[in-house]
């Protein structure tokens, strides 16, 4: 019970996702709450943003918090991690703001135990970030560049990788064999 002093955004969510589930065909909610962590000695709080969803992919929900990045002028990476509940071991990211290199949080998809344990029926992703941290590696200000009078030219591939390939380990050791790769 965390009524007043949450450590996790995430534990509100699944409540009420249980609660929404039988009424609705698909469910997306989120949240913007201080958490509290730290220890008593030296008690840490900040406000956190989470979202947890039904009817979402893990693609999507990336989009999500790459979209809401870069309104902030951050641009994010993620990297492939295994922590422990409620999340899936093999289907979670840690959200990583790219130039500052610093962990704003996680994003994956919650474990089919603890789902079970809580009555959700329905696979659920969910991120939960540092919203303190975010606001304050943000880009104040907008930087616009000219329309270049020679455009960029771009070229579409298409590969076929192996089952299992990490895509975002591909596209790291692509960019690195070329600063011209964007």
């Keep these: 019970d965390f009524q007043f002093l949450k450590p996790s955004l995430i534990l509100g969510l699944f409540e009420g996702l249980r609660l929404n589930i039988p009424n609705l065909d698909g469910v997306s909610i989120f949240e913007l709450e201080k958490i509290y962590g730290g220890t008593v000695e030296k008690p840490e709080e900040h406000y ?60 994956g998809e919650i474990h089919p135990k603890v789902l079970a344990e809580l009555k959700i029926p329905e696979p659920v992703l969910a991120f939960e970030i540092n919203f303190d941290l975010l606001e304050s590696l943000a880009t104040p200000t907008k930087v616009y560049r000219p329309i270049p009078k020679y455009p960029a030219q771009v070229e579409d591939l298409a590969l076929v990788l192996p089952p299992r390939t990490l895509v975002g380990e591909l596209i790291s050791e692509i960019k690195k064999a070329d600063k011209q790769v964007a």
């Design 48 to 107: 956190s943003l989470a979202a947890a969803s039904t009817t979402q992919n893990f693609g999507q929900m990336k989009g999500v918090l790459e979209f809401l990045a870069s309104s902030f002028g951050l641009s994010l990476v993620f990297e492939r991690m295994r922590p422990g509940l409620p999340w899936h071991s093999a289907k979670t990211a840690e959200v990583i703001a790219k130039k500052q290199n610093k962990t704003l949080g996680f994003l």
